[in-house]
Nanobody, 121 residues
Framework: EAQLTESGGGSVQTGGSLRLSCSVS?????????MSWYRQAPGKEREFVSI???????TYADSVKGRFTSSQDNAKKMLYLEMNSLKPEDTATYYC??????????????WGQGTQVTVSS
C-alpha cells in the first residue's frame, strides 16, 4: 500500500505563487499512473485540478489552465504543482492522487491527507 504526503501549502496574497509537492512512499517495486491534483474548498465538492499520465501528457481544469503546471519526478516518486497568479478562488485544501498498478500489493487508488492553500485579496 502507498502513502501520499503533500507539502508546500500556505497563505499568499492574490497574484502570488506556491509550489506543492507530493511524495509517494511504499513498496519500491510499485509504479503509479494518473498522478493528479484535486482541491476542495469549504462547502464545496472535491474538484479536479490536473492530471499527468505515465506517458507525460497533462490535462488541466479550465479554471487553472495557464496558471498551474504539474510535473513529476518518477525516480523520486514525487508529484509537483507549480501555482502562479493565484486568486482567492484558488483557496482550498489540495490533495494528490495516484493510481497504483502492477503487482497486487501496488494496486489501488491512493490519496494524500491534503495541504491547505489560502489566497487573500
Amino acid at each position: 500500500e502507498a502513502q501520499l504526503t503533500e507539502s508546500g501549502g500556505g497563505s499568499v496574497q492574490t497574484g502570488g505563487s506556491l509550489r506543492l509537492s507530493c511524495s509517494v512512499s511504499g513498496y519500491t517495486s510499485c509504479s503509479y499512473d494518473d498522478m493528479s491534483w484535486y482541491r476542495q474548498a469549504p462547502g464545496k465538492e472535491r474538484e479536479f485540478v490536473s492530471i499527468i499520465r505515465r506517458a507525460g501528457s497533462t490535462t488541466y481544469a479550465d479554471s487553472v489552465k495557464g496558471r498551474f503546471t504539474s510535473s513529476q519526478d518518477n525516480a523520486k516518486k514525487m508529484l509537483y504543482l507549480e501555482m502562479n497568479s493565484l486568486k482567492p478562488e484558488d483557496t482550498a485544501t489540495y490533495y494528490c492522487y495516484a493510481f497504483g498498478y502492477g503487482e497486487s500489493q501496488c494496486r489501488g487508488n491512493y490519496w494524500g491527507q491534503g495541504t491547505q492553500v489560502t489566497v487573500s485579496s
